[in-house]
């Protein structure tokens, strides 16, 4: 004899609503394949997946992404926290006007370099003429 609890139980797995809901997702999936958008992280960064709980670590994913390396996530996760943004922006955008480069990453890891020496050299500047 089945408890009261198992009969409603299977009373409640058998609605019409939820074979109706069941279809409808079934049907969104085929249509919304999110497996196969670039910007999924599961395909970015294998099944394992991300728990991504502040800004600068969404932002390090996104570039790890952008310059499709999944090796140094952590080094951009570090960037996006301690490097002024703009310094990255710009460096992402002269990135992306390169499509065809060898190396997306190294390219962006010199402009950095070349941006941060720029604004270091400037400040050094500023500093001698205020003397």
Same mark, same amino acid.
């Not at 299977?10 to 497996?35: A, G, H, M, Y």
């Not at 090796?71 to 955008?93: D, Q």
């Given at each position: 004899?089945?408890? &009261?609890?198992?009969? %409603?139980?299977?009373?409640? /797995?058998? @609605? $019409? ?9 079934? &049907? ?10 670039? @910007? *999924? $992280?599961? /395909? ?6 991300? =728990?991504?709980? @502040?800004?600068?670590?969404? =932002?390090?994913?996104? %570039? ?9 996530? @952590?080094? =951009? &996760?570090?960037?996006?926290?301690? !490097? $002024? /943004? ?5 460096? %992402?955008?002269?990135?992306?006007? =390169? $499509? *065809? ?15 941060? *020496?720029? &604004?270091?050299? !400037? ?5 001698? *003429?205020? !003397?």
């Amino acid at each position: 004899m089945d408890s &009261i609890k198992d009969i %409603l139980s299977q009373l409640k /797995r058998s @609605t $019409p609503q939820d074979k109706k809901k069941k279809k409808e997702k079934e &049907i969104q999936s085929k249509l919304f394949d999110f497996d196969q958008l670039e @910007t *999924n $992280p599961k /395909r970015m960064f294998t099944e394992k997946g991300k =728990y991504v709980s @502040t800004e600068h670590q969404s =932002y390090g994913l996104r %570039l790890a992404g952008k310059l499709d390396d999944k090796k140094r996530l @952590t080094m =951009y &996760i570090k960037w996006a926290k301690t !490097k $002024p /943004r703009a310094v990255l922006e710009s460096a %992402l955008s002269f990135v992306s006007d =390169y $499509p *065809n480069a060898e190396s997306k990453s190294k390219l962006f890891m010199w402009k950095v370099k070349q941006l941060e *020496n720029e &604004i270091k050299t !400037k400040k050094e500047q500023e500093q001698e *003429n205020t !003397k």
